[in-house]
Every structure is written in structure tokens, then in C-alpha cells.
């Protein structure tokens, strides 16, 4: 400077030469510098403003493909209201051109159709500041694809931070979103049709994704593994799949066995925290939820699926390479009915839920209602099972020890490619198991299986059934002394209880001729006097610290609400001041209907007594 001094950048002092030095920028902000908000600081040479921790302006750029705003567009124009430009794809601009902040607006109206969206990494956003696509005004953005080999919305590898919002509808071939090795990527308010191949949404490598209010449906066609409706893999991690539905995924199999049509597939890589909130697989040719991972099914459904509702799994092969990585899947405050095909064999068919590989599961405060072979099945078949009293392993595809048995000092000597792997444990609480159609309420095999507070009703085998291996006899399990047997839930509906005429082998049991109650008539909320209500038990780090009526519960966030002196058991919580009460003239009715043979004596007393007690 004037003094002689010699001016040192990173000294926090804003000097001769120096345009702003550390967090010291002479009173500028991100707003004064043209951004919006955010923590303006300077660069590294003290030279210029540092903006990447400002929210952005961005620029804003129109498409319009119609035409429809002043009658004209040109893909070397700005993009600006008054001069848009024409096109996305194959458009570099789009591609490659995108910058942090970017708004990119598709302007249509009902017949207008954009085809494809491609983004390259070139064109990624920050976290800060996403590239966001959104519709212009009331149009619902639509995105066809004739062309089963790509994505109709592609976001190539390490392409991130790009959030995409709808009304979005894609009909036509190939996988409808896909994201490859993207961190911080969004797809919302979206409708996937699969008429020929690929997945509805594929996520390969993906980090930090969110995925809501999405519908997706159709059939897809003979690409096995990639037919799913939503296919999550290759080591996907911090995975929120929200209000997400699917139905109607078919590959075109001859039937479930062949078949991997499944609504929610986790797989093929390490995947750890995977969620799925308030989702739904309901009429696909396989399974509901097909997971590998550590995940957690909350407050969800699966149904009518012709292979299992949820699958729980550990695997290792050279297509699968998680090396059978201990997974816990955690399924709470759900349903699971309706589901499964017979087989002739008990391990052959599909029960509700299914745990297969030593997968650990956690199952709290939901129903199990009307599947086929079992309610809940833990199978490990041709593979490695761990009987956790004696302390021995077993293997179904080959003899060990010449007794089929080794001790568990014997398995590294024997097998030194197995490791460290063990089986992990089954836990069952606050449940309802029932209606099974040809099985046992839940079905184990040299598992560890621990369960309390549960209803097991109207089951057509045990409420629990060890398997054995071959030549071994195989037993009941008596249920914990905290669970109830034979005690109807009294659910609202059905009211009845029965199960399906016996059907052949092979049969697929997810069809609506097969089924007492289907998926849009039962209601599985508690009527008054269930042995549901207040009848479980507190889960801390679940439930609520304390009830909302007696204590001061209704104030907490982030926990499982309950009434009365305990949590309840099953899916739904009564809630007294909520569930209403018939009047003395329905009564009246329902008495009627008794005294005339159209109904029994259980269900007109099940009526007087919700009566009184209102």
C-alpha cells in the first residue's frame, strides 16, 4: 500500500488491491451481488465475490414447443418469455448447457408432448442451487418415448442436483426416469405408464433421491430383472420413496416362478437407507416390495400381488454381489393381504411377508391379513441356517460333517469362503397374523424368531410352525404368553371370517374370483371391544412417550401416536373421540336383521356392544 506494507490475502482485512478478503466483504451481500439470499464470502485470491453458497437467481428459461406464447421459438433464442426457445431434446442448451439455479419451464396445453429429457453432468445443479424443470402455468407436462433402449427422462451418470416437479405424465417404451451415480436428484407429482419394457423409475449408484406423488402402471415386456416398477441398485444409499404407487407391472411370464414383475425392487449393490413412505404394490405378476437392504416400510401397503406381499432378502452370486451383507428390513404400521399363489410345496409358494438368506425383520404394529401360503415366512432354503439353540449350521444343497450338521467351530475349517456370516433375528410385535388360506401363521426354519403382544386368528395351519431339514420332525412353537390365539381383531370390515374354496395348484390366488374381500372394500380400523385396543406394547423410539388422551402426547413429533393406557395392536390406532357410533335407529336395524335370519348372533352382539360403549 501507500505505507509500504505489504498486503496479505486471508488476513480477514479488506486492503489495497483486495476486493473483499475471507468472510470480510465490505458490507456486500448475496442480494447486492444480483443473487438471492444466502452467505456471500471471497474468493480464494481475495479478487472476487464467492457466490456458491448464495441461492442463486438463476436464469429463467421458457419452452415452447407449440409456439403457444407469442406465436413463435428458436432454440438460439434466450429462452425468455417473449423470445422461448423451441425444444429439449437433442438439444445441447438442455443437455450440456444448464448451470446452477437454472428454472427450465415447459410451456403446453392438453395435445402439447415434449420427447425425452436427456441431461448430461455438464448440466448438473449444486446443492444449493438445483437445476429445476417445471411446468409453465396449468400445463401437466407429458414425455413420450418410442425407443425401449432409453429413458424417456435420462439423467446420465453423475448428472446431480437436478429437481424435477409435475404434473408430469410419460407414456411410451423404455424406463420412464432413470438416474445414474446422481446425488441430490428429486422427481415430483408423477404418472409412468410401462407399455413395452424398463422400469418406472431405475436409480443406479443414486445418493440422497427423492421420489413423490408418483403413480405408476402398465406392463412391461421380457426384460426380466429391469421390469419392476420401481428398481432401486447398485449400492443406491439415502433413498425416500414417498406416496408412491404401483400395479399392474407383468413381464410376460408363464407365472410367479418365472416372473420377476415386481412393484419395488432393492438389489444388486450394497443399499443402505432406503424408505418407503405411505407406498403402495398392489396386481403385479410378482412380488409387492423385492428388497435387498437395509430399508424401512412405513405406514405402506401391499396387496393382491401374485408372488409375495414383501421379500426380505440376503444374497451373494456373481449377479448379486452384496456378499450376503447383513440387511434388516423394518415393516411397520402396515398392511400386507391378499397375496401369494399355491404351490405344491410349502417353500415353493408366497406368503405375505418373506424372509429368505438370514435377512433380519422388524415387524411392529401391523396386519397380515388373507395371505396364502403363510402369513409370515422365514425360509432359508439352499443356503446357509443358523439353528440359534443348538448352536448348528445347516445347508440344504449338501451334506456337512456326514451328519448334515456341524458345530459352529466347524464352518470356517469347512467352508473358509463363508466368513463371518450369520443370520439375523426375526422380530415380531404389536401384530395381526391372519386368515391365512393354506398355511400357518407364521412359518420358521432354524431361525431365531422373537414375538410378543400379537393376535393370531382364524389361521388354516399353527399360529407358529418350525420347518425342519429333511428327515427331522417338524413341531408347533407356542406363542409368547403375551399374544392371543383364536381372538377375532373385530376389525370394521370384514366382519365375516372364511377362506376360499380350495384351489388347484398353480392357481394364482391374486384374482378377484378367489377372494372373499377385495382390496376396495376392507378396512382394517378397529371396531369397539377389539382385544386389539390398548393391548400392545410400548416401543420406545416408536410410539409417542406417552398417550395423546392421558398424556401429553398429542405435542410430539416424530413418533407413532397412540390413545388410552397402551399402544394398540395392528396397523390402526382406535381412537375413541374419532370413530363414531352408530344411532338407535341402525341398532334397531341390525337387531332387525337377526330377528329376520339375515345375520347372526356374533355380529348383532358385536353391534350392542359398540352400541353401549358409545
Not at 404394529?365 to 422365514?378: E, P
Request: net charge negative; proline share 4%.
Amino acid at each position: 500500500n501507500a505505507k509500504g506494507e505489504v498486503c496479505v490475502c486471508g488476513n480477514g482485512i479488506v486492503e489495497a488491491g483486495e476486493l473483499c478478503d475471507g468472510v470480510n466483504v465490505g458490507g456486500e451481500t448475496c442480494a447486492s451481488v444480483g443473487e438471492i439470499s444466502g452467505d456471500l464470502t471471497c474468493s480464494a485470491d481475495c479478487q472476487s465475490y464467492d457466490t456458491s453458497q448464495c441461492i442463486l437467481a438463476g436464469r429463467k428459461i421458457y419452452v415452447d414447443k407449440d409456439k403457444l406464447l407469442t406465436g413463435a421459438c428458436n432454440n438460439n433464442w434466450d429462452g425468455t418469455l417473449v423470445q422461448p426457445k423451441c425444444d429439449i431434446y437433442p438439444r445441447d442448451w438442455f443437455m450440456n448447457g444448464l448451470e446452477p439455479g437454472d428454472s427450465v419451464y415447459l410451456v403446453g396445453n392438453e395435445s402439447t408432448s415434449y420427447n425425452m429429457m436427456v441431461l448430461y453432468e455438464n448440466s448438473s445443479g449444486t446443492k444449493e442451487n438445483p437445476v429445476t424443470i417445471r411446468p409453465h402455468g396449468d400445463y401437466v407436462i407429458k414425455v413420450t418415448n418410442n425407443d425401449a433402449g432409453l429413458a424417456s427422462i435420462n439423467l446420465d451418470e453423475n448428472t446431480s442436483y437436478v429437481k424435477i416437479y409435475g404434473p408430469i405424465k410419460r407414456h411410451g417404451s423404455g424406463t420412464g426416469y432413470k438416474s445414474f451415480n446422481g446425488v441430490g436428484n428429486e422427481l415430483h407429482d408423477c404418472e409412468i405408464n410401462i407399455s413395452i419394457g424398463g422400469s418406472g423409475i431405475r436409480l443406479v449408484g443414486v445418493q440422497d433421491f427423492v421420489a413423490e406423488n408418483c403413480l405408476i402402471y402398465g406392463r412391461g415386456y421380457d426384460l426380466r430383472a429391469e421390469n419392476v416398477g420401481v428398481s432401486i441398485r447398485g449400492g443406491a444409499k439415502n433413498i425416500l420413496m414417498k406416496n408412491i404407487e404401483v400395479y399392474g407391472i407383468n413381464d410376460g411370464t408363464s407365472g410367479p416362478a418365472d416372473s420377476d414383475a415386481d412393484g419395488f425392487l432393492v438389489g444388486y449393490g450394497l443399499a443402505l437407507n432406503i424408505t418407503f413412505d405411505n407406498c403402495s404394490a398392489h396386481h403385479n405378476g410378482e412380488d409387492g416390495f423385492d428388497i435387498t437392504a437395509n430399508a424401512t416400510i412405513i405406514n405402506s401397503k401391499a396387496y393382491n400381488n401374485i408372488g409375495a406381499g414383501i421379500k426380505a432378502w440376503r444374497r451373494g452370486s456373481d449377479a448379486n454381489p452384496d456378499n450376503f451383507t447383513e440387511y434388516t428390513l423394518n415393516i411397520i404400521n402396515s398392511l400386507v393381504y391378499n397375496n401369494g399363489y399355491y404351490a405344491p410345496g410349502p417353500g415353493d409358494g408366497n406368503p405375505g411377508i418373506k424372509s429368505t438368506n438370514g435377512a433380519g425383520l422388524n415387524i411392529i404394529n401391523s396386519v397380515i391379513f388373507n395371505n396364502y401360503d403363510q402369513g409370515i415366512n422365514v425360509n432359508y432354503n439352499n443356503t446357509w441356517n443358523y439353528n440359534w439353540p443348538n448352536e448348528t449350521f445347516y445347508r440344504a444343497d449338501q451334506p456337512i460333517c456326514d451328519i448334515s450338521k456341524c458345530s459352529l467351530s466347524d464352518v470356517p475349517r469347512l467352508y473358509p469362503d463363508l466368513g463371518t456370516f450369520r443370520f439375523l433375528p426375526i422380530f415380531v410385535k404389536n401384530s395381526i397374523i391372519a386368515n391365512t388360506v393354506d398355511g400357518p401363521g407364521i412359518r420358521v426354519r432354524n431361525s431365531l424368531l422373537g414375538e410378543e403382544r400379537n393376535i393370531f386368528y382364524n389361521n388354516k395351519g399353527p399360529s407358529i410352525y418350525q420347518a425342519t431339514q429333511t428327515g427331522e420332525t417338524a413341531f408347533t412353537i407356542p406363542i409368547n404368553s403375551s399374544s392371543m390365539n383364536s381372538s377375532d381383531p373385530l376389525f370394521v370390515y370384514p366382519t365375516a371370517w372364511e377362506n376360499p374354496a380350495s384351489i388347484t395348484p398353480g392357481m394364482y390366488y391374486t384374482s378377484f374370483k378367489t377372494y372373499n374381500f377385495t382390496a376396495e372394500v376392507v378396512d382394517f380400523h378397529l371396531r369397539l371391544g377389539s382385544p386389539a385396543i390398548d393391548n400392545g406394547t410400548y416401543i420406545s423410539g416408536f410410539h409417542c412417550s406417552q398417550s395423546d388422551d392421558q398424556g401429553s402426547g398429542a405435542s410430539e413429533t416424530g413418533c407413532v401416536h397412540w390413545y388410552g393406557s397402551a399402544p394398540d395392536i395392528g396397523a390402526y390406532e382406535y381412537n375413541p373421540a374419532t370413530s363414531g357410533c352408530m344411532s338407535q335407529s341402525e341398532l334397531n336395524t341390525e337387531i332387525q336383521n337377526f330377528v329376520n335370519g339375515q345375520t347372526g348372533i356374533i355380529p348383532v352382539a358385536n353391534k350392542v356392544i359398540e352400541y353401549l360403549g358409545c
